[in-house]
């Protein structure tokens, strides 16, 4: 389920975006005791291999299992990145989403959470 949403432009790193979606999580509500205000744990991919990030998450005390460029494979992250590329496939289903018909980022940035929404309502649905 999307926690958090962003879009960037096309040539645009992806480890420039890292830090927006975590600090864009909402406080998630438990059961027991209080609101969990940050993730416990983050996995990513080489692309994400820079140490800036890893001591940004490490001063945040967010647990993260990133790949190391030319040490490590990604398959090892496999079952856990299959979880995103089926997020980003079920939004990749909405039309409007396929192409971007909007001129304006808030705009389709709009459609990309409404879609998230739809996506959220059919997995609580079941």
């Not at 040539?11 to 209080?34: E, K």
């Not at 856990?80 to 039309?95: K, Y």
């Not at 396929?98 to 959470?113: D, S, T």
């Amino acid at each position: 389920m999307p926690l958090s949403l962003g879009i960037s432009g096309a040539n645009m790193h992806d480890s420039l975006g890292l830090q927006p979606l975590v600090r864009g999580i909402p406080p998630i509500r438990s059961r027991r005791g209080p609101r969990r205000r940050r993730p416990a744990k983050l996995h990513a991919d080489k692309g994400y291999d820079y140490n800036r990030l890893r001591k940004w998450l490490r001063e945040r005390r967010i647990r993260h299992r990133i790949a190391r460029k030319g040490i490590e494979s990604s398959t090892r992250l496999g079952r856990h990145r299959w979880v995103v590329e089926r997020t980003v496939s079920w939004l990749a289903g909405c039309r409007r989403l396929h192409r971007r018909y909007e001129r304006k980022a808030e705009h389709f940035l709009a459609f990309v959470g409404i879609a998230a929404a739809l996506i959220a309502h059919r997995r609580l649905a079941k």
